[in-house]
């Protein structure tokens, strides 16, 4: 018999009998909650299987068994150092994790495995873990943030970053995976990985972790700095990590030092034109001096090349005669701000600290001529040089403006109190200039 069928006034569309309509309608709603309900199970199952074959799996030949610096205390205090001495009691809990019983201790010996050397094994129980259908997320999460750490310690940033950013797409609000994810990128030099997080992240409103962004940037930015094919990129990076935080010092320096890089590395240019572009030079640093008092010491390191390339010219001095009231109308020593002064001063006292440890020192012909203009004062680089060693340690030496914590030499962060920018010279060279 011929199916029954009406069709629609209205549109002309075939409509289908009562009872049919409510069969697929039923069997489309029991099939759509049993997927639902078994999906979910069966998605886990498959990616914690996945998990034993992707790039979490340990590799015998890339992994050594080096043990962190922080470390090492387990070690020195009399910890045992290879797993042939670990006790039946530990075999035990071993074999425990393999049946899936203790997860809580199998992340304790996890950590010992990794604090006494060997890494593998401390590898393969956090691998264990994340293949357990049994633990929780709390747990696989503490899991992969812990996997991602064992492997930054040993050097493999790639998969440190993978793992971890696993966790990141999970909950990219998480600054204690994200601060780490910087980290690794900064370490491992991983510029791309780190400018995807950076387009998908959701803390931006808070200025520390800006702050920090800006620096992450700028040591990889550092890195490639000496690289001549890289000058580009650099200061593309450098402008990244403004956008980031317009006040870092760091970011400034940077891209006061790429842009003008180029041309002390590559310039052939005479001796006129090089007094000139030194004048500029150190303008620009003044500009940076009067919106951040940072450390004259930071500095230091790129205007000592500078000095040196200049005193090893024969026609340094003929030339500075010519130009010298140019030199003077560009950096604009009458007009300086007597701060800004200060530390535009200082910063060349720090780079003569350097240059006077330099090997290329003595060979330096013009070394002292070239100090004397700058330092305004002929006997420039010889008061520096008869300094005691306790006045040269006291110049040195730095102190954090948040916490009081004392260092030996300059550097971007504070490892006291984990902030960036904020140690502060104890004693800032002041001279009196003509």
């Known amino acids: 018999m011929a199916r029954q069928f009406t069709t629609a006034v ?25 997927f639902g309900i078994l999906f979910p ?5 498959f990616r914690r299987r996945f998990r034993k074959i992707s790039q979490y799996a340990s590799s015998e030949q890339k992994i050594s068994s080096d043990l962190h610096p922080k470390l090492k205390i387990l070690q020195e205090s009399g910890a045992l150092t290879n797993d042939e001495y670990l006790s039946s009691e530990v075999h035990i809990i071993y074999k425990q994790l393999k049946r899936l019983i203790k997860i809580s201790e199998a992340f304790v010996l996890a950590r010992n495995f990794f604090q006494i050397g060997n890494s593998k094994e401390a590898i393969n129980i956090y691998i264990e873990i994340l293949t357990n259908e049994s633990v929780s997320k709390q747990e696989t999460n503490r899991a992969l943030f812990e996997l991602s750490q064992v492997y930054a310690s040993l050097g493999l940033y790639l998969r440190s970053f993978d793992t971890a950013y696993e966790l990141f797409k999970r ?9 780490h994810l910087l980290y690794v990128c900064t370490s491992g030099h991983l510029p791309d990985k780190l400018l995807n997080i950076l387009n998908s992240i959701q803390i931006q409103s808070d200025s520390k972790v800006r702050l920090q962004i800006a620096h992450a940037i700028c040591k990889i930015a550092e890195g490639q700095l000496p690289e001549k094919d890289k000058v580009e990129k650099t200061v593309d990076l450098a ?16 891209l006061w030092q790429a842009t003008t890089q180029d041309f002390w590395t590559n310039s052939s240019a005479d001796m006129k034109t090089k007094w000139m572009a030194f004048a500029a030079v150190l303008d620009a640093l003044n500009d940076i001096y009067k919106i951040s008092k940072i450390s004259p010491a930071a500095v230091a390191k790129y205007l000592a ?9 024969r026609e340094v001095l003929q030339s500075y005669v010519i130009v010298q009231n140019e030199f003077k109308s560009v950096l604009r020593t009458d007009k300086l701000e007597i701060n800004a002064q200060k530390f535009l001063w200082a910063s060349i006292f720090h780079a003569t600290l350097l240059l006077e440890k330099s090997p290329e020192f003595q060979k330096s012909k013009y070394l002292d001529d070239v100090l004397a203009i700058l330092g305004e004062n002929k006997g420039y680089l010889a008061s520096i040089v008869q300094l005691s060693e306790a006045a040269k340690i006291g110049y040195l030496s730095h102190s954090c403006a948040r916490c009081g914590a004392f260092f030996s030499s300059f550097a971007w962060k504070c490892l006291q109190c984990n902030t960036e920018e904020t140690l502060k010279p104890i004693i800032l060279p002041n001279f009196e200039h003509s």
């Not at 199970?41 to 199952?45: A, I, K, M, P």
């Not at 402008?239 to 940077?254: C, E, F, K, P």
């Not at 090349?305 to 010219?313: D, G, N, P, R």
């Open 239 to 254: 402008r990244t990590a403004l956008r980031w935080d317009g006040q870092s010092a760091r970011a400034m320096i940077l």
């Open 10 to 34: 209205n549109d002309g569309l075939p409509m289908w009998d009562t009872f049919e309509a409510s069969f697929f309608l039923a069997a489309g709603l029991s099939v759509g909650i049993v």
């Open 305 to 313: 090349e500078i000095i040196l390339k200049m005193s090893q010219e």
């Open 41 to 45: 199970s069966l998605w886990r199952t």
């Open 171 to 179: 909950n990219s609000n998480n600054l204690q995976v994200f601060e």
